[in-house]
């Protein structure tokens, strides 16, 4: 094909280029990182983002060398930028495709599949009265993260705050930096949970990322939970410690490979809700720190998977309830209940902690109440009259406890919900 014919072809085709990041400048507005497949892109000529149906037209197009230079002109192949002059990054989607031409209907450049959420954690402000400052500090972070979702949440327990989705724990860990440095925030980040997907006998499916979300069990066919394919490395002396985590963790062992003479590779299938709650903090205790782990998501399998509640004297605590597999509800449900016998103040009248899941339940603790020796002014006489003051007491105990409610203090959800450092 002679030159002419080849740039004729372009001009017919049309210019193509691939985002692969964008950030937020707030002087210029949004920056579109791209590689250009195709053509030539330069500034003042208009273009489409092909994703989200935007028509821009670039007031600034360069490269990096290694900071922003600016040229007339990106070609095809090579590494720059475009300014957008967009206001989000959402608007500027990574694996987005980047037109201009002629065509009616162009294609989009295959590459890149959009980001997708996998953990979902709650975040508070400790003083409430901080609610304004977060959610200008999320807005903000929002502008130069597309990939950070989130949504407005009410705890009865933590007040206003918002429910947010991340790519992995590393993000998480990145979000949660960054709001406490760059906006002086002191913050309540709830455990991480997954998505999960549900099938219902009707034929419906849909994903839910709570357990207030989880609708009547006698409507649910199905219930599918991620599943992660981890590898970790670790020297051979500690493979036993790293197979018992695995086991524990309900994963499946794939393969090991040895690497040398002292390390070896362990390949494993590992559902992503027991992955992401302390798994790689237990993988550094056994093995002194010296395991590393990589992790990416395989598939969504079906599980026996239940909502677990937590009864105070016979209310359900909402923010207490979890998702959970139920070979595990037990010993969940045993600790969560103890935790909180040992945080709950004791009352006039007996409480019982219960774990339950629908009307089954499956762990329990009981505070004892305070007993007021209501027979000391006795100094003799028949013992009808200490029966008597007894069987009042406990009359009085008894109304007491089906009209008293426990009111659970703000740190007895904290040793539950939030997120262990």
């Excluded at 807005?139 to 989130?150: E, M, V």
């Excluded at 086991?247 to 027991?274: C, H, Q, W």
């Amino acid at each position: 094909m002679s030159k002419n014919q080849e740039n004729k072809k372009i001009d017919e085709d049309g210019a193509y280029a691939l985002i692969f990041d964008s950030v937020y400048d707030p002087y210029k507005g949004v920056l579109a990182y791209v590689r250009i497949v195709s053509g030539t892109f330069q500034k003042k000529q208009k273009m489409k983002l092909l994703g989200t149906n935007t028509e821009i037209t670039p007031i600034e197009v360069g490269y990096f060398a290694p900071k922003q230079t600016v040229v007339d002109i990106l070609n095809a192949g090579e590494v720059g930028y475009i300014v957008t002059g967009l206001k989000s990054t959402r608007e500027a989607k990574v694996g987005d495709t980047v037109y201009s031409g002629k065509m009616e209907n162009p294609k989009s450049l295959p590459g890149y599949n959009p980001p997708k959420a996998m953990i979902f954690s709650g975040i508070f402000c400790t003083d409430t009265s901080e609610y304004p400052n977060l959610r200008d500090a999320v807005d903000k972070l929002s502008l130069s993260d597309s990939s950070f979702l989130f949504e407005p949440e009410n705890s009865g327990a933590l007040g206003h705050g918002f429910r947010c989705g991340f790519l992995g724990l590393l993000h998480l860990e990145i979000i949660q930096e960054r709001l406490e440095r760059e906006f002086n925030l002191d913050l309540i980040v709830t455990a991480p949970s997954v998505r999960y997907t549900l099938g219902m006998k009707n034929g419906e499916t849909f994903d839910i990322s709570s357990a207030s979300e989880y609708p009547d069990p006698s409507q649910i066919d199905v219930i599918y939970e991620p599943i992660a394919k981890v590898e970790i490395i670790v020297p051979k002396e500690y493979m036993g410690s790293v197979m018992e985590l695995i086991a524990t963790s309900r994963g499946i062992f794939k393969n090991i490979s040895y690497l040398d003479d002292t390390r070896a590779l362990l390949t494993a299938e590992v559902p992503m809700a027991n992955l992401v709650v302390n798994f790689y903090d237990k993988l550094k205790s056994g093995t002194q720190g010296y395991a590393s782990m990589n992790y990416e998501f395989m598939e969504m399998r079906p599980d026996k998977l239940v909502k677990m509640d937590i009864l105070t004297a016979g209310e359900i605590a909402a923010p207490l309830s979890q998702i959970i597999h139920v070979d595990e509800a037990q010993s969940a449900g045993s600790a969560i209940t103890k935790k909180l016998k040992e945080i709950i103040p004791r009352a006039n009248f007996t409480i019982a902690i219960q774990a339950c899941i629908g009307a089954r339940i499956i762990a329990r603790e009981t505070i004892s109440a305070y007993r007021k020796d209501v027979t000391a002014g006795l100094y003799g006489g028949d013992i009808s009259r200490k029966n008597k003051l007894l069987k009042k007491q406990k009359a009085g105990k008894k109304r007491m406890k089906a009209m008293g409610k426990v009111n659970l203090p703000q740190e007895a959800f904290l040793s539950i919900l939030q997120r262990e450092d």
